[in-house]
């Protein structure tokens, strides 16, 4: 490999990782370029080279979180059913991911979050719905996913109020409206 091309994945990954140490005590959008930059030993001119601004990178690290959440699954199509609904299964274990990624939840808890969600839910569709669906499936998955996810994010940043297992249930209830029949 180009030593240039190495050492611009090792500044990436200085960068990313220098905000991902400091989200756990800051709030994610008080973090600065400079900040960045101080933590890393790198120059402003090094993260602009590789970023553009902070809301890409911002953008990147949501997408890799989002991403180890949902891997394995493939598309939502290619989830298994229970009762015209996502098997509950599927669900609990998609859940437990969500509530243990520290980065997908520090996004939901920090102060700022609704401002986070929405960069969110776009990485959970584009990463899950796939494109080989007719437009008017993608629509109603769509929906469904921003309802979805915008339920469980408000569930981990206000506590869990409400089991589990009736996160699971409204979930699976709320998932057979994607998958009915159109007719």
Known sequence: MDKRIARGQQSRAKFKEAFLDLIQTEEPGDITVT?????????????????????????????ESVGRVTEGYGTQWD??????????????????????????????????????RDLIIRAHIELTLGTSVDPVRYSIAYIHNAGVLSFVFEWIKNGPHITEEAVVEIIHEFSKVMYRPLS
């Open 79 to 116: 989830l298994p059913l229970e009762n015209g609904g996502v098997d509950r299964s599927s669900i609990a274990v998609y859940l437990q991911r969500l509530l243990n990624d520290p980065t997908v939840r520090r996004f939901c808890t920090c102060s700022d979050s609704a401002s986070y």
């Open 35 to 63: 900040e960045l930059c101080r933590r890393t030993g790198l120059n402003r001119s090094t993260f602009y080279a590789h970023f553009g601004y902070i809301d890409r990178l911002i953008r990147e690290v949501l997408w």
